[in-house]
T-cell receptor, first 119, second 106 residues
Framework: HVQLVQSGAEVEKTGASVKVSCKAS????????VHWVRQAPGQGLEWMGW????????KYGKIFQGRVTMTRDTSTATAYLEVSGLRFDDTATYYC????????????WGQGTLITVSS | IQMTQSPSTLAAFVGDRVTITCRAS??????LAWYQQKPGEAPKLLMY???TLDSGVPSRFSGSGFGTEFTLTINSLQPDDFATYFC?????????FGPGTKVEIK
């Protein structure tokens, strides 16, 4: 069955960078785009961007361009999200999610990774 | 594209029929999904393309609408349904979520 398993929670200082991993299993990793979505405490869902595991091509949301990098390692079926220049308002749970191969909705989600930014 | 939802919170009894409305600032055709999220958990896909239930989702959930206005209806609310619901448009190479509707026990 399809699973996306993310790395564990992290605490980082302002200005630092953090890299979150998302390991896929139960399907062919290169067949489906992987999206990243974040959720600040008690808030809604905010789309960050996607990566094509097949080509490595990425599309980022406008407010994240220049601060976010999405990569993938096809040998381990893992997608990565790196956020640089961390600010207090980057404190959130970060989710990876798989895009259904024949449409654009997100059908499977990782369990989430809490990133806390402190001083 | 901006998404809004109403109400932001609703309180209901087990067995009630509840309706949540989602509006888009411009037409998204039928490219709309609904997710259910419980505290501490990831969102779970309920339905896509406005009204198609994901596998395993109970038939008491239904969706309707087109263009800019959509509804999620839960018939005979069950204890497991108390959660937050998000709509999500995925048209025109953009992905935007609604702010969410929290369904609470009355």
């Amino acid at each position: 069955h399809v699973q996306l398993v993310q790395s564990g929670a992290e605490v980082e200082k302002t200005g630092a960078s953090v890299k979150v991993s998302c390991k896929a299993s139960g399907y062919t990793f290169t067949d489906n785009y992987v999206h990243w979505v974040r959720q600040a405490p008690g808030q809604g869902l905010e789309w960050m961007g996607w990566i094509s595991p097949n080509t490595g091509y990425t599309k980022y949301g406008k407010i994240f361009q220049g601060r976010v990098t999405m990569t993938r390692d096809t040998s381990t079926a893992t997608a990565y999200l790196e956020v640089s220049g961390l600010r207090f308002d980057d404190t959130a749970t970060y989710y990876c999610a798989r895009q259904f191969s024949e449409s654009f909705y997100l059908d499977y989600w990782g369990q989430g990774t809490l990133i806390t930014v402190s001083s | 594209i901006q998404m809004t939802q109403s109400p932001s919170t609703l309180a209901a009894f087990v067995g009630d029929r509840v309706t949540i409305t989602c509006r888009a600032s411009q037409s998204v055709s039928n490219w709309l999904a609904w997710y259910q999220q419980k505290p501490g958990e990831a969102p779970k896909l309920l339905m896509y393309e406005t009204s198609t239930l994901d596998s395993g989702v109970p038939s008491r959930f239904s969706g309707s609408g087109f263009g800019t206005e959509f509804t999620l209806t839960i018939n005979s609310l069950q204890p497991d349904d108390f959660a937050t619901y998000f709509c999500h448009q995925y048209s025109d190479n953009s992905w935007v979520f609604g702010p969410g509707t929290k369904v609470e026990i009355k």
